[in-house]
């Protein structure tokens, strides 16, 4: 069982705010709160699909690798957030692992009874579909501009896309961002980012230390986003 206070911060949650009360409640009975620490796997790629999840505290990563691991498409959920949206009505299992990039709390959802419930109100359809499209055109933007001729491009492509992804919370990305993981998000070497990060350091675009990214001139990556 969940909290007073939990209830109603999922009730009012957009994703939820439609289905009728009757409804939510049965729904209701059936939701846990987790806590997990930083590092612990939620799901992985091909498990089945029984639980959706709203993000309360924290951030999750989202990724996939092909059949040969040599690619890997990588993204990050937001507190707030309830994911996954992919495979809404139509998958048994899940597209991709999802693990904590920071301590997380998080509602876990029967993702069964979610579906029927939304399904029989037009209202929540709508908002799903909605919500689906706006993901799919911020990947075919993210897409546009990460696939660039040169590796230090990428580079600098994926730090717009987190630039622009995250402007609204402030200047700086609200979870550890290592070159490793930079060098995983733009498909390059860590020397690569290695040497990008410190011309942009030195030209004052950014500042990195200790894993903590701030963009000094927001302007810089968000044109850069958008020109691309």
Do not use: W
């Not at 993000?55 to 959920?77: A, K, N, P, T, W």
């Not at 495979?87 to 993702?111: K, L, Q, R």
């Not at 733009?186 to 894993?211: G, P, S």
Request: charged share 25%; proline share 3%; glycine share 4%.
């Amino acid at each position: 069982m969940i909290t007073k206070e939990a209830y109603q911060l999922i009730r009012s949650h957009p994703a939820f705010a439609a289905i009728p009360v009757e409804k939510f409640d049965k729904l209701a009975v059936e939701i846990h709160h987790r806590e997990i620490p930083k590092g612990q796997i939620i799901f992985f790629a091909g498990d089945r699909r029984d639980r959706i999840f709203l993000l309360q505290e924290g951030y999750v990563r989202i990724e996939q690798f092909d059949s040969s691991d040599s690619f890997s498409y990588m993204d990050y959920i937001k507190e707030g957030a309830l994911f996954p949206y992919g495979g809404m009505f139509t998958d048994e299992t899940y597209h991709y692992t999802a693990s904590a990039i920071t301590a997380v709390s998080y509602f876990s959802i029967p993702v069964d009874l979610y579906e029927e419930y939304a399904q029989a109100n037009v209202e929540q359809v709508l908002f799903i579909i909605r919500k689906l499209s706006k993901i799919l055109e911020f990947q075919e933007l993210r897409l546009r501009n990460v696939v660039a001729a040169s590796a230090s491009d990428r580079v600098i492509q994926s730090l717009a896309v987190l630039c622009k992804d995250y402007r609204q919370v402030g200047n700086t990305v609200p979870f550890p961002m290592s070159m490793k993981e930079l060098a995983r998000l733009a498909a390059t070497t860590r020397e690569t980012v290695n040497l990008v990060l410190k011309k942009l350091i030195d030209e004052e675009k950014i500042q990195y230390k200790h894993k903590i990214l701030t963009f000094v001139d927001l302007s810089f990556f968000l044109d850069s986003f958008e020109e691309a």
